[in-house]
């Protein structure tokens, strides 16, 4: 088990993209609290359509607010050549390019193949590394899709590969529609480590079957150390049918701080911050440490405060 996990927080594009739109102040109240409750790495919008993705619209402006934060490392989400330079432009140079690893979710996710969405991946690297940045090629639907089923395992090896050679400076496998349990977990973070020894390996998994947090775990035992999760549990892809939220923020370093696992998250903060996106979004959310709250302070607990 590893001693510090780097949690990314993406609650502002994954959180918020199957949303209604939101006033971009809105987003940046919730962005003071992301930072206050200690996240160092934060996912800050997606530089995509504005008629695919709305409530995303607002990418720039978000990004010409991010100079005033110290001590966080911002990124993007792009999916085409265009959106990166758009991002780049903004001052975001740290960018996450998704590809689907299968070829239903690529065509309603972005319009194109497989094989036309790895084509842009070594472009998009060069104008990356061009301005100091790094590139993160997430493949979505890593390993089921809601059009052509179970992702064959070699396929999204020989993706990992692909990208590796073209310039990806880490790689993330995204259960898109959260159906992915421990075992397959495990199984594919083992064998793209062993093709690809030197690159990280991150994961994006959502909590759809309630087995989010269970798989993080797993991933965790085999050293990933490099974690996507979203305030609240907000989130799920708009050209995934049945996707729904991510693995909730509070509730990952609820179970980290438990297991002596560093986050530099604050748990109290973390659930403030996730009660502020309830509030704006107007719902309830579905992480089940904001609805109970922390432990600490129950009588017999025996939890000290570090």
Request: hydrophobic share 45%; glycine share 10%.
């Amino acid at each position: 088990m590893p001693e510090r996990i780097s949690v990314r927080e993406v609650g502002l594009r994954d959180g918020l993209q199957l949303e209604a739109p939101i006033a971009t102040a809105a987003k940046l109240r919730l962005l003071d609290a992301l930072v206050a409750m200690g996240a160092e790495r934060i996912e800050a919008t997606a530089f995509v359509s504005p008629r695919a993705v709305p409530a995303l619209r607002d990418a720039a402006d978000v990004a010409a607010a991010l100079d005033r934060y110290r001590g966080v490392e911002f990124s993007a989400l792009v999916a085409s050549l265009g959106g990166a330079g758009r991002a780049i432009d903004s001052g975001l140079v740290n960018l996450e390019y998704v590809v689907s690893a299968s070829e239903g979710h690529s065509q309603a996710n972005v319009g194109r193949s497989v094989q036309d969405s790895m084509a842009l991946v070594s472009p998009i690297a060069d104008l990356v590394h061009a301005v100091g940045g790094t590139l993160e090629v997430i493949f979505a639907v890593a390993w089921d899709c809601p059009f052509d089923g179970p992702t064959p395992a070699a396929r999204v090896e020989t993706l990992v590969d692909r990208a590796v050679v073209s310039g990806a400076d880490v790689i993330c496998l995204g259960d898109t529609i959260g159906t992915v349990t421990p075992r397959r977990a495990a199984d594919l973070i083992v064998a793209a480590r062993c093709r690809q020894p030197a690159v990280p390996i991150a994961l994006h998994v959502h909590n759809t079957r309630g087995t989010g947090l269970a798989t993080i775990f797993a991933a965790m035992q085999l050293g990933v150390t490099m974690i996507d999760s979203s305030i609240g549990g907000l989130g799920g892809c708009p050209f995934a049918p049945g996707a729904s939220g991510n693995v909730a923020t509070e509730e990952l370093v609820y179970l980290a701080r438990d297991m002596g696992v560093e986050t530099g998250i604050d748990v109290e903060l973390s659930i403030r911050a996730a009660q502020l996106a309830q509030d704006i979004i107007g719902r309830p959310l579905p992480s089940g440490v904001l609805r109970a709250g922390d432990r600490r302070g129950f009588a017999g607990s025996g939890i000290v405060d570090p």
